[in-house]
């Protein structure tokens, strides 16, 4: 059973309750509850004010935002990236060849410093080319490829893979390298054939047989 506070018990409970209440009130005071419209309204005029609300729609947001290019929505008009025009990718040219190749072979164009929505947002910039680059020599060059040319190239790439992974093709895939082996597919033993249904997964390619 428990005992009966004492005088100086209740006392210290009482004034512990008062300060908190008091504490609460000077923070409604401070903080009055307003909407958003209203917050908007208020300080309308603070250049951040976008970025302000962008936090209070979702707390959680990344805080390093993504490159975007002039002539694409904002981060704040396009958050999740629907409307933009550009995939834009870093290309190491301290690589032999990998910034030739990105540019002669994959389609790649350099962007440009005039290019950027916020010239802040690229860390460690190297300002000594008007090519955006990055880096203590400038090695990292910031490249573009329009996102629907992307998108249909990868398309096109992952429906040739898939076309690959087909019974026909694999069987046809190991007879070649038996030929170049200087085996005979129809009349060596060591030539291992496909049999049964093929399935296919993320990680893995069996036989039905294997299971």
Known sequence: MTAPKTPVQKHTERVQREAKQREQQTQRRANPPQSPEQMREAFKDLDSIDILDRRLTNPEAETVLPI???????????????????????????IPNRFHSATAAQGYVPVLWTELQDKEIVSNAFAGSDQVRRGDRGLEVLCKMPLVYYLAIKKKQRDRHNRSLQPKAMREAVAREAMKAGL????????????????????????????
């Open 68 to 94: 975007r290019l002039t002539d694409e929505p904002t981060y704040a008009q396009d958050p999740e990236g629907r409307k933009r025009r550009w995939y834009l990718r870093w290309f190491n040219t301290s």
């Open 184 to 211: 005979d597919p129809d009349q060596n033993d060591e030539v291992g054939q496909i049999v049964g249904d093929i399935k296919t997964g993320r990680e893995r390619l069996v036989s039905a047989l294997d299971e």
